[in-house]
């Protein structure tokens, strides 16, 4: 399972972005996709999760900013932010949980980056 994020930019503080990561592969079945960023010299830290069904997690200093959806038929997860802040200035990941055959593993995206100006 391969994923490809897109989307990130500069962005003046105050703007929007919505970032998408589309998953490719054979035979596989997509169960949680999430989104992770890490900013320089900071951990990388979990932004949003998303299941199958459509439930959602948030961090939650992020919840107020930040939109988590997906779309099933196109193995494609989203995440819209609004009023971005410099703070928000990171790489941002997709991840996913798949199943593939009879194994169940976590595959990462290459990272988008997202740089936000004051």
């Known amino acids: 399972v391969q994923l490809q994020a897109s989307g990130g930019g500069l962005v003046q503080a105050g703007g929007s972005l919505t970032l998408s990561c589309a998953a490719s592969?054979?035979?596989?079945?997509?169960?949680?996709m999430a989104w992770y960023r890490q900013a320089p010299g900071k951990q990388r830290e979990l932004v949003a999760g998303i299941t199958k069904g459509g439930t959602t997690t948030y961090a939650d200093t992020l919840k107020a900013r930040f939109t988590i959806s997906r779309d099933n038929a196109k193995n494609t997860v989203y995440l819209q932010i609004t009023s971005l802040k410099p703070e928000d200035t990171a790489v941002y990941y997709c991840a996913a949980l798949a199943v593939t055959g009879h194994s169940d593993s976590e595959y990462w995206g290459q990272g988008t980056q997202v740089t936000v100006s004051s």
């Open positions: 592969g054979t035979n596989f079945s997509l169960n949680v």
